[in-house]
C-alpha cells in the first residue's frame, strides 16, 4: 500500500497538522531498539525478582542488601539501555522509560506482580527452585510486555507515548518502600 505525502497548506493549520502527524509516525517506525534489549531486561527482572524474593523471605538486614542488590542490577542494565537507545536513535521517546523500561505497562505490571509475588511466597516456603522457576518465568513476560508496548507504540505513538507521571512513580515507590519496612518488621 502506497503512503501519499500529505500537502501542506501554510494557511490550513489541519494540513500543517496532519503533516506534522505524519511525521511523528514516520519517525516512531523508523527507531530502533538496542540490541539485546529484550534478553538483557528479562535477565534484570529475573535477578530483581529473585533477589527481592529471598531478601523478603529473609527479614535480614543481608536479606535487605540482597534485594537492594538485585534493584542496583535492574537499574543500571535500564541506565545502559536508555543510554543505547538515545545513541542510536538520537531522541528520546516519552514513555519509553516509564511504560517499557520500567514496567508501568499493563501487562509489565501484572506479570512482574504475579513473578514476584509466587517467588516471595516460594521463598517464605524455601522452595528454591520455584523461586527461581518464578523469577524466569516474571522476566520473561516483563520483557514481552516491554516488547508488546514497543510494537503498539510504532502503530500510535501518539496515544501510547504518554509516560508515567513522576508523582504516579514517586507513589508506587513509597508504598513499596513501606510494604517491604512492614514485612521486616513484622518478623
Known amino acids: 500500500m502506497e503512503s501519499y505525502p500529505v500537502e501542506q497548506n501554510p494557511d490550513d493549520p489541519r494540513s500543517v497538522l496532519a503533516v506534522a502527524d505524519q511525521k511523528r509516525r514516520q519517525l ?11 534478553p538483557a531486561l528479562a535477565v534484570a527482572i529475573a535477578v530483581q525478582v529473585g533477589t527481592a524474593a529471598c531478601g523478603i523471605a529473609s527479614q535480614t538486614r543481608a536479606g535487605l542488601a540482597v534485594a537492594l542488590a538485585g534493584v542496583a542490577v535492574f537499574l543500571g542494565v535500564v541506565a545502559f539501555m536508555l543510554f543505547q537507545f538515545r545513541r542510536i536513535n538520537g531522541v528520546r521517546v516519552d514513555g519509553l522509560a516509564s511504560q517499557m523500561v520500567l514496567g508501568t505497562a499493563t501487562t509489565s505490571t501484572l506479570v512482574y506482580t504475579s513473578a514476584l509475588v509466587a517467588a516471595t ?3 517464605f516456603q524455601s522452595h528454591w527452585w520455584l523461586v527461581a522457576a518464578a523469577s524466569v518465568a516474571g522476566g520473561v513476560g516483563y520483557s514481552f510486555g516491554a516488547l508488546r508496548w514497543w510494537t503498539a507504540y510504532q502503530r500510535d505513538p501518539a496515544s501510547h507515548a504518554r509516560g508515567a507521571s513522576p508523582r504516579a512513580l514517586a507513589a508506587l515507590s513509597v508504598l513499596a518502600c513501606l510494604g517491604l519496612v512492614a514485612l521486616l518488621i513484622n518478623h
Do not use: Y
Open 28 to 38: 516512531a517506525a523508523s527507531l530502533r531498539l538496542p540490541g539485546g534489549l529484550q
Open 121 to 123: 511466597w516460594a521463598a
